[in-house]
């Protein structure tokens, strides 16, 4: 049984907020000497669950590198100028971002070519306020995957297995915390004994995983 790692260096420590709507980050304690840039993958139980993502900010701190690591590319901080659409569908102003945060759309996500408005104007500001305003138009939830891609569509909250053991219960902050038995499992946009999960909080610490599952109340 392999442990997690990022970038093939032992992961310590890890807080990983997966929400809903937006891209997921990571804050990371890594056991290595060596700096860590560009490309990031959290890797756990030898890729049953893999995160891709890029490194945000981070530096060495006593033989440990310490950083946070974003979904996708890094790129929807990215501040696109102003550019006015006429008669366009919504696919491409979304094509555009893309090409210009160097993101990718995922195979499962809607591609809003179908979505054509008489005008659009896209005000100067990072690319991720322009999902959300596509959000917004289409009614549509976009997030970052765990491949690093960026997906829009309407979340099915399809029933997941329970490989878990649930070790805490707060019903009325509705969130519910379980022991994964190997890698951890729970996303948003998944339903897990009769609860929709709409964020979710992974904790490593000393080797032993936690998750924290926020959602709605089980019907």
Known sequence: MSGPTLNDRPLL?????????????????VDTDA??????????????????????????????????????????????????YRLAPLG???????????????????????????????????????????????????????DGSVWLGTDTFAELDARADTVGAFPDLGMTRIAPRTAPFARPGTTIGGVQIHDVVTRLDGGSIRQELWGAAAA
């Not at 420590?13 to 937006?22: K, S």
């Not at 996500?109 to 991720?128: K, N, Y």
């Open 13 to 29: 420590v890890a807080v990983i907020l997966e929400p809903l709507v937006g891209r997921w980050t990571a804050q990371v304690e």
């Open 35 to 84: 700096n860590i840039a560009g490309p990031a993958t959290l890797d756990f139980e030898g890729g049953t669950v893999r995160l891709v993502g890029a490194v945000h900010r981070g530096g060495l701190e006593a033989g440990r590198w310490l950083g946070t690591i974003v979904g996708g590319t890094g790129g929807l901080t990215t501040v696109l100028g102003p550019k006015a």
């Open 92 to 146: 491409l102003v979304l094509t555009d971002l893309l090409t210009v945060t160097s993101e990718t759309l995922s195979s499962t996500s809607e591609t809003l070519d179908a979505w054509t408005v008489p005008q659009w104007q896209r005000i100067q500001g990072a690319a991720l306020n322009v999902l959300h305003r596509l959000s917004d138009e289409t009614g549509y939830t976009w997030r970052i995957l765990r």
